[in-house]
């Protein structure tokens, strides 16, 4: 069973902009401090059983590492539609 607690999405949609950002301008330093943050936050959904969360974050770690292996854009980048999924009905 999937807990609903799940980071703010004012921090996942930041995270997601920080990545894109560092992304397009091949900010290797950023985006090896996105990567790790993004692993450890993970970690901690997967702790939590967040499934849809981890996952989310999951393609986020892809893009990092598609971004810093120079692979253009191969992973997808979730959209702000995915982050909001996350959020618990009736909570705005």
């Known amino acids: 069973m999937e ?3 799940a980071p703010p999405p004012a921090l996942l949609h930041s995270l997601r902009q920080r990545l894109l950002d560092a992304a397009e301008r091949h900010d290797q330093p950023s985006l ?3 990567q790790n943050t993004l692993i450890v936050l993970q970690e901690a959904a997967w ?9 989310l974050i999951e393609d986020m770690i892809g893009v990092t590492r598609d971004a810093l292996t120079r ?9 702000a539609e995915a982050i909001e ?8």
């Open 71 to 79: 692979v253009e854009w191969k992973s997808d980048v979730p959209g």
């Open 47 to 55: 702790e939590s059983r967040a499934e849809r969360l981890a996952a």
């Open 3 to 5: 807990r609903t607690a």
């Open 85 to 92: 999924a996350l959020r618990p009905a009736g909570v705005h």
């Open 32 to 34: 090896v401090e996105l």
